[in-house]
């Protein structure tokens, strides 16, 4: 008969405490353990439970009686060791996943992390902050003071200037190091104070002396010539001043580099200058026995010419210029060899007979002939002959004859009546208008003036269709062209800005437009396709209407609206973009 004994889960086995020597079998782990009367669930029965354990698995409480000797392997696996007392290592191996906890020592200031011989490679960290002194070769990041201010900024190498002592600083002066306050403070700097000099016991009079021994500007008595402590101007090595003569001075030669002793009046012709004399009519010029040869000036203001004003070379010079001319000239008599007189002429003139051919008190002219640029002034009576220049102001009166160009173009034609060149006014009335050419076309150019650049939605032209009845204009149609488009309006005396039909100069056209909040918004955009309508298309009679064709290609580069409709030609198929995406329409 065989023999059983107690039996249960390995969960119901550890509820219970067997007593001393009593076995328990589990029947989910098929495990034996025996019971020594105070642990619960007993110990297994593997190997000897007394002299120690060969698993642990299933034991949820194990203890350590003494040292545990890892006979030189490792503790292996996943899960945490939780100890209240010391880890002592040769090595610590922190695995990739990190720390999860802060490292504190355990006596502050005592530790050190690393050694002089072995040091850790990188720390990376958010923030270091240190009581004592931080010393190293280089540091590559910000220095922020305790309220977060950049002391340092890393990213473009600059000290800030709040971290510097400004206060109290005066024009001119430095920053220098301040061990006292341990900051950067603004102060004079000295010639004793830079790394070249060595001013020590100078005297009155005393110059700078460079000293090659010490390669070091010392202060020392001036001695010698060459530019270096100088005793005399010619000494100088810019300065030629070997032997000055009496009231020279000194000029700079800009050919030898060097200033030089000469007369004063040596560099005038290139020096701007005001010559002044102590007092009005006090001193002359040159003298009259020593005169100069030639005045050159821009301007002459003299009061009294006391002889007379004779050209060089007989009647080769001219008394003014064309762009510079005289005021007036007051005098008895003119004497005009030429046949001509170019000024303003007050009093009568009369001809080489003593015959009067300009009269000052009636203002009549008596010639035979008149030639002249500019006629201004009312002309009254019969012009016989050609009139030749040209005719500003109104002309009353019949014009008989045709008017020629400065070329001798035909303009008005005297024979048939007819206008043969160019118009350019402002009003043209005219029953009908004739471009006639022979073997090439006809141009009306309808041009704006303006002094600047027009703007490019700014009109330049305009046309009006329509009639006048009882000199009351209404118009029917307008055409309106401005620099980047052309409009048409079709009833602009009660204008519906809704209405119109526009061209815009990249080939685009729009037909009506919205009025929107302004009356005219339609009107003052640009046409949101080659051809946008902002209305009913009708296609009547037996025509057709024929979509975009294009590839899957080619419509994945346009930039889509909810409404666009085209046919695929890679998918025949005809699609609509609905709700953001492309689809099949059939």
Do not use: C
């Amino acid at each position: 008969m065989p023999l059983k004994i107690r039996r249960g889960t390995n969960a119901l086995r550890q509820t219970i405490v067997p007593e001393q020597g009593e076995l328990i079998y589990t029947t989910d782990t098929k495990k034996l353990y025996i019971g020594d009367g105070i642990n619960a669930g007993g110990f297994p029965v593997t190997g000897d439970p007394f002299l120690g354990l060969a698993n642990v698995i299933e034991d949820l409480t194990p203890q350590l009686g003494g040292n545990l000797d890892l006979n030189a392997k490792d503790i292996t696996g996943v899960g945490n060791i939780n100890i209240n007392g010391r880890v002592t290592a040769r090595e610590l191996f922190v695995q990739p996943n990190g720390l999860i906890s802060a490292i504190i020592p355990k006596t502050t200031n005592v530790y050190t992390l690393g050694n002089a011989q072995k040091r850790f490679k990188n720390i990376y960290t958010n923030n270091i902050n240190i009581d004592g002194t931080f010393s190293a070769p280089s540091i590559n990041a910000d220095v922020v003071a305790d309220d977060s201010t950049i002391l340092i900024d890393a990213s473009t190498g600059r000290i800030s200037t709040s971290s510097l002592t400004q206060a109290g600083a005066a024009s001119n002066q430095v920053l220098k190091w301040n061990s006292a306050g341990n900051n950067w403070a603004p102060g004079n700097l000295t010639l004793d104070e830079l790394i070249d000099t060595n001013i020590v016991g100078q005297a009155n009079g005393n110059v700078l002396t460079w000293n090659d021994s010490t390669s070091k500007w010392i202060a020392a008595a001036p001695t010698g010539g060459g530019g270096g402590g100088a005793t005399t101007l010619n000494d100088l090595t810019d300065v030629s001043a070997a032997a000055p003569a009496n009231g020279n001075t000194i000029i700079w030669n800009n050919s030898l580099s060097t200033w030089e002793d000469a007369s004063p009046l040596l560099g005038l012709a290139t020096t701007d200058f005001v010559i002044t004399p102590i007092s009005d009519d006090a001193i002359d010029l040159a003298t009259n026995s020593k005169r100069f040869r030639s005045i050159y000036a821009h301007q002459l203001n003299v009061n009294t010419v006391n002889q007379s004003l004779i050209p060089i070379g007989g009647t080769s010079l001219d008394l003014g210029t064309s762009g510079k001319r005289w005021n007036k000239l007051y005098v008895d008599d003119i004497d005009v060899l030429s046949n001509t007189i170019t000024l303003d002429i007050y009093g009568s003139s009369y001809g080489e007979d003593s015959v009067i051919f300009t009269d000052a008190a009636t203002r009549d002219i008596n010639a035979n002939t008149i030639v002249a640029v500019n006629i201004s002034g009312n002309l009254t009576g019969s012009v016989s002959g050609n009139t030749v220049g040209i005719h500003t102001g109104p002309s009353v009166g019949d014009v008989s004859g045709s008017v020629f160009a400065d070329d001798s173009t035909l303009l008005v034609d005297g024979v048939d009546g007819k206008i043969r060149g160019e118009v350019d006014t402002e009003v043209v009335t005219a029953s009908e208008l004739y471009g006639i050419t022979s073997g090439t076309y006809n141009i009306l150019n309808l041009l704006r003036r303006e002094t600047g650049a027009i703007a490019n939605n700014a009109e330049v032209s305009k046309i009006n269709f329509g009639s006048t009845i009882n000199n009351i204009q209404a118009n029917a149609w307008t055409q309106s062209a401005s620099t980047d488009q052309m409009v048409f309006f079709p009833h602009p005396d009660t204008p519906d800005y809704s209405e119109f039909v526009k061209i815009y100069s990249d080939g685009s056209v729009m037909i009506k437009g919205e009025t929107g909040s302004s009356g005219f918004d339609g009107l003052g955009r640009a046409p949101a396709a080659d051809l946008e309508i902002v209305g009913n298309v009708k296609i009547s009679g037996p025509n057709e209407m024929l979509l975009g064709n294009m590839t899957t290609a080619q419509r994945d580069a346009l930039t889509p609206i909810n409404g666009m409709m085209l046919y695929n030609s890679t998918l025949n198929k005809f699609q609509g973009y609905e709700n953001g995406s492309w689809v099949n329409l059939v």
